[in-house]
């Protein structure tokens, strides 16, 4: 099996982690059209109470924007601007700026992402959303002095930054000229101080990998919890990462043992479990 191959199933293989964790920790959603009509109603209520409505119209937009729908985005905003156009300077206006900003961007309308961007940074010079947002911005402009400059304030003023942020700005500087060991730095940064989440771990494996420093890689699946590393997913990347690396005996060893687990695994004939028996039976080829 070549690199590309394993590569291809690398990728399924990490996808499939993701979701079986996200379903462990019940991240994935539930009944969502549901919860998004009961948000709507709650809200609704709320935008009647003349001293609840600029936050209700806010959460109103929000709701909007988590979903997507984008006309109604664009709507609410600019019923929200006529309505409050005698104050300009009110935080309602400012922040529909910000959801004005977003939803261009969302919708590749880079130049008006960016007018909306920079007003409301203007206004708000210290929001870490706003800087993080317009690095998006002039990243996918390819303006990428500018993007680097907001990514740095973004995580300059919120140390405690969602984890995707991050993950983004790694992403970022991998695409630079010579920017895969800063971002293999930054990425250790991260796991150093804040633990090893999933995605960056397996980014930063991703980088060894384009590196072609196979051994690295198999030796950075032992950052990640063990629950997490020990489940056949993840033992099928080290064994393929193994492989590549040329420490066959060990990794035809573990290929061996995973077969074994597949074939007494609890949730044999799902698609998953098939997936998984496939890659496995295409390493084990590589042990004869």
Avoid at 45 to 53: D, F, H, K, M, V
Avoid at 190 to 208: C, K, N, S, T
Wanted: proline content about 5%; glycine content about 2%; aromatic content about 8%.
């Amino acid at each position: 099996m070549n690199a590309s191959t394993l590569s291809r199933h690398w990728l399924i293989s990490v996808g499939y982690c993701w979701l079986m964790m996200t379903v462990l920790l019940g991240q994935l959603p539930v009944s969502a059209h549901g919860d998004h009509q009961a948000r709507l109603q709650h809200v609704e209520q709320a935008i009647e109470n003349p001293a609840e409505r600029p936050q209700a119209l806010l959460r109103k937009l929000q709701i909007f924007h988590d979903n997507r729908q984008w006309p109604q985005v664009l709507a609410l905003i600019n019923s929200i601007q006529q309505e409050y156009a005698a104050q300009p300077t009110a935080p309602i206006m400012i922040e529909v700026q910000f959801w004005l900003a977003d939803t261009r961007y969302q919708q590749g309308q880079l130049a008006a992402a960016q007018a909306a961007a920079e007003s409301f940074l203007a206004a708000r010079p210290l929001a870490p959303r706003g800087h993080f947002l317009s690095a998006q911005i002039y990243q996918s402009q390819q303006q990428f002095k500018q993007a680097s400059h907001h990514y740095q304030r973004a995580l300059e003023l919120d140390p405690l930054a969602p984890p995707q942020w991050l993950l983004a700005y790694a992403q970022f500087q991998s695409q630079l000229p010579q920017g895969r060991l800063r971002a293999h730095q930054t990425l250790m940064q991260m796991i150093e101080q804040r633990g090893p989440l999933v995605v960056w771990v397996a980014f930063l494996i991703e980088l060894d990998r384009q590196s072609k420093d196979y051994q690295e890689a198999a030796e950075h699946i032992a950052l990640l919890p063990e629950n997490l590393r020990q489940s056949l997913a993840w033992r099928i990347q080290h064994s393929e990462l193994l492989l590549l690396a040329k420490s066959s005996q060990r990794a035809c060893e573990q290929i061996q043992q995973l077969q074994a687990d597949l074939a007494a695994a609890h949730y044999k004939r799902s698609k998953a479990h098939e997936a998984l028996v496939e890659q496995t039976q295409l390493l084990r080829q590589q042990c004869h």
